[in-house]
């Protein structure tokens, strides 16, 4: 009867532990996805669609952003560096993001932690793309595999861009965010592969395109320019880096193609943006808001984060107090089992107080008997925890992109524990009472 | 000449009645005696075990045991006074089973604060004493009290009655449970352990056939005067 009441104390504090834990890292993970970048850029929509889509990959965006916007805003001086991003197609349940080498040079998660590869490296080619190191765990594609995107971004796709295959050529290290279960292709080659066209039509539409010169100078630009006049030098010299890269290549290299412009350039779902000067974050964030030419949002994903969390809070309140609810009915078990047993131990206080134990001794003992139940339990839900974390944390990264570690000694978990301690002695006031009273009124008399 | 029990005029009510349960108007028992407690159920033979030893407190009147007068004791006092100078062996001998034997024996000496002020080794001279004198071998003591046999569990059970060296020992129809013959080795055992340390002894039994062998016989029905009289041949022994 203990032992099941040690279970049932044990799997309380298990959930208990779980959710505190999963919300720990829930919140871990999501803070870890972005770091660096200053502003998120994309179409009209909510701050909070805007990140889940254009980070977490969660959500759709509501409408596209055209490649002139990505090119002036990366213009703009007071622009560092930016990332375009397009979202929209998948490859056997990944998102595929369309970007260019600039995401592996200036995207950072966690506490400034740049992308690093594992095998490979960045694609130079139009028809190359780079991996997660989930996407290689779970479809063990090595470099040089040959693989074709499918359209959509659910599991299951009836249109496959076949006249359009990708290698690989790069695999990313594990970084414990969404990067891990992404597909990285070259920005221009989502375009060029709902064009339909192939590579051959794409090499002869590029040098087509080379001829037509000339950029338009858009309003926002004039507006954004006042606003940064230093690290001009600086951010003029990255760029550089970033858009100039030349590589003697065969195939038609992805530079080609986004620096010349060809058709209208490929639509982008999101641009993340780095600034030169962090000071001037808001003003550029209210100059993209506002610019009436490219009706756009702009949102810090740190404010953004913020306010999902509190959004989740109430929810968070929720699961923490069901959890406490649950420990609450496992210690009144607790309570049960000790009432029930009191007439199993008539006979051992009869024996402790002929032996000359006081009645506190009887209290003092029931007490120490629930703080062991108690205790064995919550050592029993910790362990419960760590092996449901080993058993599951593999399963859980994979089909949620969350990465859950083992459960750490903290300061909440000694909490929780003395919590349950203190509920259970709480509680066991009861019958250690009764247990005294009986110990005054039986006597020695037990039978 | 004194007197280990001395009653006088000792009433006592339990707090949910109105009437008193026991009414004793007078009752002595000599230091060495050993004492045999006849009495049915309901005669109040528990109610004085528990006013003996001190779990209960006399409504009225005057009971001392071993010249100490437990009404004017404390709570405390009176379970230290337990601990030190009576000894208590049950129906059943009540050994708590997840202990050894050697446990059992010992564990009253963890409340008797004068046995943790002496010396160790002379709690361990009295208990390697009782194992000898009670036939109990190293291999007996260190098994859990649960595995063991009857016959066992009575040695183990005066064994602990007798750890402390008491004065006192209460008895609480100890041998209602057991079949004659080891009922009559039990009640070797016992009285020539009170004979040896010249412990005045209370042994409350049904048993009419034990009488014979205590110093002293008497009935509840006769000490109190609450309960009726019992039948006549009932009352042979006195």
Redo the contacts between chains.
Sequence with gaps: MAGLTIFSIAVSMFVLFSVEHLRNEVRANFERAVSGVDIIAGARTSQLNLLLYSVFHIGNPSSNVSWQTYQQLSQNKAVKWAIPISLGDSHEGFPVVGTTKAFFNHFKYADQHAIQFKHGGTFDGLQEMVIGSEVAKALEYPLGHQVVLAHGTGKVSFTKHKQFPFQVVGILTATGTPVDQSVYVPVTAIDAMHTGMTTSTLRQHISKERTVAGEHEHEFTQHAQHIEHSHQASSEQERSIDEKQAHPNDSVHFEDSENTGYANGPALSAIFLGLNNKISTLQIQRAINTDQEAPLSAILPGVALAQLWSIMAGVETSLSLVSVLILLAAMLGMLTMLLASMHERQREIAVLRALGANASVIVLMMECEALFLAFSGCILGYMMTNIGIALFADLIQSQFGLVINPLPYSDAIIGYTLLGLGLSALLALGPALSAYKSALNSGLSVR | MSFAVDIESLSFTW?KNNSPTLTIPRWQVRTGEQVFLRGQSGSGK??L??LL?G??IASEGRLSVLGNNLASMS??QR??F???Y?G?I???F?L?PYMSAKENIL??QR??KKAHKSSLSKSEERYQYLGETLGLSQKLLSQQASTLSVGQQQRVAVA?ALISNPQLI?A?EPTSALDTEHRDKFIELLLNQCHADNTTLVFVSHDQSLASAFTQQTSMSLLNTIVEPEPPVAHHAN
């Design positions: 707090s528990s109610t075990l528990n030893s779990v209960c709570s405390r379970d230290q337990r601990a030190q009576l208590v049950f129906q059943q009540n708590l564990l009253g409340f008797n602990r209460i609480d």
